[in-house]
């Protein structure tokens, strides 16, 4: 069956600039999860959403990041006043809600801010 | 706190077995799991293991869990070229924070 979509999975974009970087889970999956991946590193804990509402947001770093997940499907993360330091892959996960479940993870959009 | 860490680079012949080591530092870790991303792609779930768990096996996969040293092995029996990728280990705890904590992951180099 179909996995986890992102899109775009390429974006480049100018500092101060607003992004908006889209999430599209396996289907049935209530739980969905974005990280962020830095060249050389492992993906660090952004925010997790149960349904609709973020239950964890504790990973987002700052205020110019915010995620949505309106109708509990799709999500958009998007991060405003783009700076150099925000360029890094961002990735999607989603699983079902057993707290046993894998996660299971889309390509990620690689995000480059010039 | 949490913390997960791993050897950067391992390199073996095709053929071979290959051992990908990851010590975590959370006592009350629940699952740990093992995860590879290839060049350009996501990652990719391997196996996964519950802390009362000592091994488990799965094919050309075994992991081995050392709960007492915080110990945890990826061993990849009759390894590929296509094998080639990096392995990360990640753990999770039991709290309704659900987020996995990774490892730097181990860049397997398979050659010919």
């Known amino acids: 069956g179909a996995g986890v979509s992102q899109t775009p999975s390429n974006k480049v974009t100018e500092k101060g600039k607003y992004v908006e970087l889209r999430c599209d889970p396996i289907?049935?999956?209530?739980?969905l999860y974005w990280y962020r991946q830095s060249l050389g590193q492992g993906p660090e804990f952004l925010i997790y959403?149960?349904?609709?509402?973020?239950?964890?947001d504790s990973g987002l770093p700052n205020d110019r990041f915010f995620a949505v997940r309106p109708e509990g499907s799709v999500s958009t993360l998007k991060i405003q006043r783009t700076e150099r330091g925000d360029s890094a892959v961002y990735l999607c996960?989603?699983?079902?809600?057993?707290?046993?479940?894998?996660?299971?993870f889309g390509n990620g959009t690689r995000l480059t801010v010039t | 706190g949490e913390d997960v860490e791993q050897s950067l680079f391992l390199s073996v012949r095709e053929g071979d077995s290959s051992v990908i080591n990851c010590t975590y530092t959370?006592?009350?870790?629940?699952?740990l799991y093992w995860y590879k991303q290839e060049p350009g792609a996501g990652l990719q779930l391997l196996t996964y293991i519950f802390s009362n768990m000592d091994m488990k096996q799965d094919q050309r996969l075994t992991v081995l869990l050392n709960k007492k040293d915080k110990h945890l092995s990826l061993r990849i029996a009759d390894t590929q070229t296509g094998d080639s990728a990096i392995y990360f280990c990640a753990e999770s705890i039991n709290t309704g924070r659900r987020a996995l904590t990774f490892g730097s992951g181990t860049r397997l180099q398979v050659q010919p």
């Open positions: 959370d006592s009350s870790s629940t699952y």
């Open positions: 959403f149960q349904g609709t509402g973020a239950a964890d």
């Open positions: 289907s049935g999956h209530t739980a």
């Open positions: 996960a989603s699983s079902l809600a057993a707290s046993d479940s894998p996660l299971h």
